[in-house]
């Protein structure tokens, strides 16, 4: 019951984090990856030791490359995410990599993608996300049809949907913020973590509130709508704090040991986690007792 009873500073704090999120997006923007406005992907190997990053930077820089982003790959790679190039370009860029006489940089894969492919992906993009809102919506709202009172069943769907909201857009004014910070760009591996956060947030949610419908369902929503829901948030939280945990221990083993290509992916799917399982106890549960209360 205390986080039932104590729901206006956990409403505070979540108003507070989403707030900041969306100063964030605004403040800083999508720092858009090749995936969605276009550009080239250049894969390169060493015979030996790959040289220093910086030092393949100065030289790529020289060549008047202009905005790039070089990751290590493996123990020989880089991974260039440029603009596109031309197959002249690409000669002098490989140019740029071959630092050392003696250590040969060999192209192992290379790909361009055009502004208009890049723009129907993000198109694509927020059409799945909006596809899973609606689907969650109605199945929901199909799902507790049986336990209308004292709150109607499409209202459980309102406040999930209010919930993956909440932990989506925290995970990506982090994110933008981050890439910020670090250089990094928004890609496809953004959009399938914010899926993945909604399929684990939703999932986390719904734990709790078919538990709240089995009380109802049960005869026990003889109780008052408060304590029923308290219950149910007490009951499942522990199943909820370990799923979250043990979720959270491989993404972070997969963020510090996994490769540079992976850590944020692992980065935001974290982040997403934590959230997820905050928004779940903290927010979805007392936010259906509010409702109730504004119904009264």
Request: charged share 20%; net charge positive; glycine share 6%.
């Amino acid at each position: 019951m205390f986080i039932v009873n104590n729901r206006k500073f956990f409403f505070i704090l979540s108003a507070v984090l989403v707030l900041a999120s969306i100063f964030s997006i605004w403040k800083y923007g999508f720092n858009l990856g090749i995936d969605f406005k276009g550009g080239s992907v250049l894969e390169v190997s060493y015979a030996e030791n790959r040289p220093a990053k910086d030092t393949i930077s100065t030289e790529l820089e020289k060549v008047g490359l202009g905005n790039f982003i070089l990751t290590p790959s493996g123990d020989r790679n880089y991974i260039l995410k440029t603009r596109e190039l031309s197959a002249t370009e690409k000669v002098i860029v490989m140019s740029a990599f071959q630092t050392e006489a003696t250590n040969v940089a060999k192209e192992e894969k290379f790909s361009s993608i055009g502004p208009v492919v890049g723009s129907q992906m993000k198109n694509k993009a927020m059409v799945a996300i909006t596809i899973v809102l609606i689907c969650i919506l109605l199945f929901i709202t199909f799902v507790f049809r049986k336990v209308s009172k004292p709150v109607a069943s499409w209202k459980y769907a309102v406040v999930t949907i209010v919930a993956l909201l909440h932990d989506v857009i925290i995970p990506t004014g982090f994110f933008v913020a981050w890439n910020h910070f670090t250089g990094g760009e928004i890609d496809l591996l953004f959009v399938t973590a914010l899926l993945a956060i909604l399929g684990y947030s939703v999932h986390d949610t719904i734990v709790v509130f078919d538990r709240v419908r089995e009380s109802l369902r049960d005869g026990v929503s003889k109780k008052p709508f408060i304590e029923t829901v308290g219950e149910a948030v007490s009951q499942t939280m522990a199943r909820s704090i370990n799923t979250s945990v043990t979720t959270f221990l491989t993404l972070a083993a997969l963020y510090f040991v996994g490769g540079e290509t992976t850590k944020d992916f692992a980065l935001l799917l974290l982040v997403g986690v934590v959230v997820g399982a905050y928004s779940s106890i903290f927010v979805a549960s007392p936010l259906l007792v509010t409702l109730e209360k504004f119904q009264k």
